[in-house]
């Protein structure tokens, strides 16, 4: 008969391998529906594999991304779990406060997205009934509990789930954010020093320093008086290369 700590580790281990493999297998999954609408019935074909793997830094975007979640998850659950169990056994002060810390992460809103759905479930014919039911719901729904994760003080990074909305819109969620309560400072700072520590790539971007990757973009206006100013990029450089300029 197997022992009770048997029974334990081989529990942790299924859930750090569901935690690992769910996402990847519904990735997967939804990678091979190419209906061009989004909650529409799914539409089944190999459009976005062979999009995907004509663009030249597709394997190096692979492997940032098992390097990102693959690795990092394998190492960091485990760590996660002992502590939290150590935390749940040790009586202090601030112990909450404490065990909140190790959870801490980031949302990633993508309020745009949200709002895209409802404008497009007000359109006649645009989804089903039923569909365009849930979707009118969904914007209101992610800028409110956007609001209320602002206010809870919640990291937050930068994202337009981009596909969803037409991309070339991205820069509008910046207004959504500051709509829904965030400063506009907070909203650039999510969309670059945030967004480069979630993704593991704070030592390539993310800020303008010696080493880093030297991309660029400046507008017009202070956007921290009119966030909209970031919609109307006047110059763009990426690494060190201006490709957009007046």
Not at 52 to 57: E, G, K, L, M, Y
Not at 176 to 203: D, F, K, R, Y
């Amino acid at each position: 008969m197997p022992s009770k700590g048997f029974f334990v580790i081989a529990g942790l281990l299924a859930t750090l391998g569901f935690y690992m493999l769910y996402p990847v297998i519904l990735i997967g999954v939804n990678s091979f529906n190419t209906s061009p609408i989004i909650l529409a019935p799914a539409v089944w074909g190999l459009d976005n594999w062979r999009g995907a793997f004509s663009q030249p830094d597709i394997f190096k975007a692979v492997w940032n991304t098992f390097r990102v979640f693959g690795i990092s998850t394998a190492i960091d659950f485990p760590i996660a779990v002992m502590i939290a169990w150590a935390l749940a056994r040790v009586r202090m002060p601030l112990i909450g406060a404490l065990e909140f810390g190790f959870w801490i992460a980031f949302l990633v809103p993508t309020i745009l997205a949200g709002k895209t759905v409802t404008e497009h479930a007000k359109e006649v014919g645009y989804y089903p009934a039923a569909v365009a039911e849930k979707a009118k719901a969904v914007g209101p729904m992610i800028q409110g509990a956007f609001a209320k994760a602002v206010r809870g003080g919640v990291r937050i990074a930068f994202g337009t789930d981009s596909g969803v909305s037409e991309h070339g819109r991205n820069a509008q969620e910046f207004a959504l954010m500051v709509e829904a309560g965030m400063g506009e400072m907070q909203a650039i700072i999510a969309a670059t020093i945030n967004a480069a520590e979630l993704l593991g790539l704070s030592h390539e971007i993310g800020t303008i320093e010696s080493g880093k990757a030297a991309d660029i973009i400046a507008v017009d206006m202070n956007p921290l008086t009119d966030i909209t100013a970031l919609q109307h990029v006047r110059f763009v450089m990426r690494h060190g290369v201006a490709y957009k300029q007046p």
